[in-house]
Structure formats: C-alpha cells, structure tokens
C-alpha cells in the first residue's frame, strides 16, 4: 500500500541555518503530496502542496519540489527562525476514494 | 472566515462515562475525518464520511462511534468501550477530488481519569 518516510527527529538547528527535512514516499499512482506543519497544542495546518511531477510547492520561505525519479518532496528553507519551532508531516493523497497518508512527523527546535 | 471548529478545548471525563467531541465546518466540503494524536505520535484515522449519512472506519475505531447527519457536522463519540481514551482528537474535511488536501480544525484534548 502508499507509504511516507520522514526523518525521524527531533532537528534542532541554529536560527538563520539552513533546513532539510527528508521525505520519500511509495505510491501505486500519481498521487498529490504536501507538507503540514503543527504548532504546540494546535491543529495541523496545511504549509505546501504538489500535485504533479516537477511540481515546486512554497509558502513562508519553504519548498519543496516533487520528484518522481526518486520519489521524494524534501522540505527545505534557506535561513529558520525560532519562530519555526514545530512537528513537520509529509503526506500524499492518490485517488478520490483514497485517505491522506501521513509520515511520523519531524519536530523542529530552533535555538535563538 | 470558512473553517473547521472543534469544541470543547480541554475536555475531562471520568472513565465509564461515553463523550461526544463536536467539530463542525463552513467550507461545504464533502468529505469529514477524525484522527487521534497521541503524544509524539503521528496521526491515525479513526472515521471518515464522505458523504452525509455513510461513513466508514478508519484503522482505529474500535471504542468510538460517529453520526453525519448533516454536511457541517461530524461528531464523536468515544465510548466506555475505549480502553485509552485520553489523547488529542483532531477533526478534518476535504473537497471530494482525488488528490485534495485536507483542512483541520484546532483539536480537542480528552482526557480521562
């Protein structure tokens, strides 16, 4: 059945450093892919999409380009603020029928 | 503002007792979900409904029951039949289209003694 791998955390980085969180996934079709992110105590809300190959979702300063060939969407930001603290999903929906299949999670600490 | 709520917050029960968690939208999708969050966990389906009046389990039901009655609407019940009950429930919708994503609301955090 479809699956997504995530890095497992915690990821703690210093603020302006560079993020990379991994993400892989295993779907029979073509299926959308996002990434969501969840504040302490809060629901998730959703950061970014894709919905094809080659497709590049961004919001807040945050990307990440669907790649069919390795069939990954790594989340990447180029400078993290503290304010980035959180649990990160990546997740993938196939067919209309199909539910959202959602990775572990990977909680960020950013140190001032 | 179109949104999902969830009501209450905080929710404490004594155990025994069945509760119903309400979550509620706006965004006149079709498709509703509840999932249960444990502490440093993921996230695991318990129901989901497609469409009023039908509704299917999810991989977790076991101990819960669920009414869609309306669009807007699709409460929770966890029963006394749930043997751990205490966790944070999340509510989501979708528009009914391959590929969409889902909106959550705010959750509710069960917990019970």
């Known amino acids: 059945g479809d699956s997504v791998t995530q890095m497992e955390g915690p990821v703690t980085l210093s603020e302006e450093a560079f993020l990379t969180i991994n993400c892989t996934y295993t779907a029979t079709g073509y299926p959308s892919l996002f990434w969501y992110v969840q504040y302490p105590g809060e629901g998730l809300q959703l950061l970014l999409k894709?919905?094809?190959?080659?497709d590049k979702g961004s919001n807040k300063g945050f990307e990440a380009t669907y790649r069919k060939e390795t069939t990954s969407f790594h989340l990447e930001k180029g400078s993290v603020q503290v304010s980035d603290s959180a649990v990160y999903f990546c997740?993938?929906?196939?067919?209309?029928?199909?539910?959202?299949?959602f990775g572990k999670g990977t909680r960020l600490h950013i140190l001032p | 503002d179109g949104g999902i709520t969830q009501s209450p917050k905080y929710l404490f029960r004594k155990e025994g007792q069945n509760v119903t968690l309400s979550c509620e939208q706006n965004l006149n999708h079709d498709a509703m979900y509840w999932y249960r969050q444990d502490p440093g966990q993921g996230l695991r389906l318990i129901y989901y409904s497609q469409i009023v009046n039908d509704f299917q389990k999810g991989d977790i039901a076991e101990g819960y029951s669920v009414s869609r009655e309306k669009k807007e609407s699709f409460p929770l019940t966890v029963t006394s039949a749930q043997k751990n009950p205490t966790a944070f429930y999340l509510c989501?919708?979708?528009?009914?289209?391959?590929?969409?994503?889902?909106?959550f609301g705010p959750g509710t955090r069960l917990t019970v003694t």
């Open positions: 997740a993938l929906r196939a067919g209309r029928d199909d539910k959202i299949i």
């Open positions: 894709a919905t094809k190959a080659d």
């Open positions: 989501a919708s979708s528009i009914d289209r391959a590929g969409a994503e889902q909106y």
